[in-house]
């Protein structure tokens, strides 16, 4: 086997470390990869320790050069404080399209950093993105309600934004605060007794947008939707973010200010079922498996999904009992509603089994109540389909098919059962064991008589 020298061997190992810790010193960014038409990218260079010596930025095709800027901080690698420094060139975009940023190099503390390429989506001002009627300043924080005026046991969505106008020379950053900050939002809207889900944001990255026409970035900082468990009014109360905001070389600390807001709650109608049904606006989808065409005796599948706009977790579909015509059998239920979201859905699957023929309409087994948003009073949802049953009925079909739900409601499951196989392999490997035990007992005893 060859082997390695031992001053060799360490020489390697003291290589291969002085070459990765070369490559963590210096580390580039380039962002966003998406822009609107005068929007601008950045190219980040971020280099550990005292220097900090940067070439010249390659001019980019496609791109114009607008400021430079260095940061300086303290951060910790390997349980040492480090000084780390940016080194940032932001680029304006000319010319809409997807652009291609080439393999770069660029000069760093007279070693060469090679930037790998990069392709940037440029979008047109009148086709970019999601378009907002909002009153926003250049740079702006700003708390968005989705509605000004709710019922109880509705939702409204709250999204608290920190926007950025690509007109703006001025570059932004956030601090390393910024979680700590969101967490403190969350805690002053977040009203007494209502309902919370919230989307939490791990990455604050920026999505273009236009904003009465022109071109903005917009950070999302934080998301939920609240369902009031009564009548009294949901105030926002102003709320102040500290930013940072370039100065010549540094960067500076700057605090901006939301408005304050009320979303006013309206009280329910009265009703027999006020405290009990969802608010919102929901609709049925259905489906039938193997059409609508059963014949007595045989199980099909029926899926019911009550979907829209509401607290799904309030959302209940009154179980079928089973009637002279059918017998129901609720197979499972599941709901879907991601965090921070209004819409969502409940699917609840059935086997039901026909027991007499006939023409029946489902509108007299499956219905929803709850107060509609939008009408503005309560309503209920009922089953559209109608299934066509033939064949004799159960009751005197002697023949008819066991079906695997069949008598499934008389089954015991509170009761042990036994399994009469097993017991009897269990006592005839007991006996053998006997049997052995005794046969040596007796070889012995033969053996000492001798």
Not at 26 to 43: A, Y
Not at 84 to 89: A, K, Y
Not at 217 to 242: C, H, Q, R
Not at 324 to 341: A, R
Request: aromatic share 10%; glycine share 6%; proline share 3%.
């Amino acid at each position: 086997m060859f082997k390695i020298p031992k001053n060799l061997f360490w020489f390697l190992i003291f290589i291969s470390i002085g070459g990765f810790a070369q490559n963590q010193t210096v580390r580039v960014e380039i962002n966003p990869l998406e822009v609107i038409v005068d929007g601008q990218i950045s190219i980040h260079i971020y280099i550990l320790g005292n220097q900090y010596e940067v070439g010249e930025f390659p001019d980019i095709k496609g791109f114009k050069k607008g400021n430079k800027s260095v940061k300086h901080a303290k951060v910790v690698l390997n349980k040492k404080k480090q000084d780390q420094h940016q080194v940032s060139q932001n680029y304006i975009a000319e010319t809409s399209g997807k652009i291609t940023i080439p393999d770069l190099e660029i000069l760093v503390n007279q070693k060469i950093v090679n930037i790998d390429s990069k392709v940037i989506n440029v979008l047109k001002k009148n086709t970019g993105g999601v378009e907002k009627v909002i009153d926003v300043e250049e740079v702006d924080f700003v708390v968005e309600s989705s509605k000004k005026e709710i019922f109880e046991g509705e939702g409204v969505k709250i999204n608290i934004n920190f926007y950025v106008s690509d007109k703006t020379n001025i570059q932004w950053q956030f601090p390393n605060n910024i979680g700590t900050q969101v967490e403190d939002f969350a805690k002053k809207i977040k009203p007494k007794d209502c309902l919370e889900s919230r989307h939490t944001i791990s990455n604050l990255s920026g999505k273009k947008i236009l904003v009465n026409d022109e071109g903005y970035t917009v950070y999302n900082l934080f998301e939920a939707v609240y369902y009031p468990l009564n009548d009294k009014n949901f105030v926002i109360p102003s709320l102040s973010i500290n930013m940072e905001k370039l100065k010549g070389d540094e960067f500076e600390g700057v605090s901006l200010k939301s408005k304050n807001q009320t979303i006013k709650v309206k009280k329910l109608p009265d009703h027999p079922l006020k405290d009990k049904v969802p608010v919102g606006v929901f609709k049925f989808r259905e489906d039938i498996k193997n059409g609508n065409k059963q014949t007595t005796g045989n199980s099909f599948e029926y899926t019911l999904t009550v979907e829209g706009d509401g607290n799904f977790s309030a959302v209940n579909i009154n179980k079928s009992e089973s009637t002279k015509q059918f017998d129901f059998f609720e197979s499972s239920t599941n709901t879907k509603q991601n965090l921070g979201s209004l819409s969502g859905q409940k699917t609840v699957k059935y086997k039901i089994v026909p027991k007499e023929a006939g023409n029946f309409s489902f509108s007299n087994y499956f219905s929803f109540v709850y107060f509609n948003i939008e009408k503005q009073n309560y309503d209920t949802l009922k089953s559209q389909r109608e299934i066509l049953v033939s064949g004799e009925d159960i009751s005197n079909n002697k023949e008819t098919k066991r079906d695997i739900y069949s008598d499934i409601e008389n089954l015991k499951t509170d009761q042990k059962s036994y399994n009469f196989r097993n017991m009897a392999k269990v006592f005839a490997n007991f006996v053998v064991g006997i049997m052995i035990l005794v046969y040596l007992f007796i070889l012995k005893s033969k053996n000492n008589g001798q």
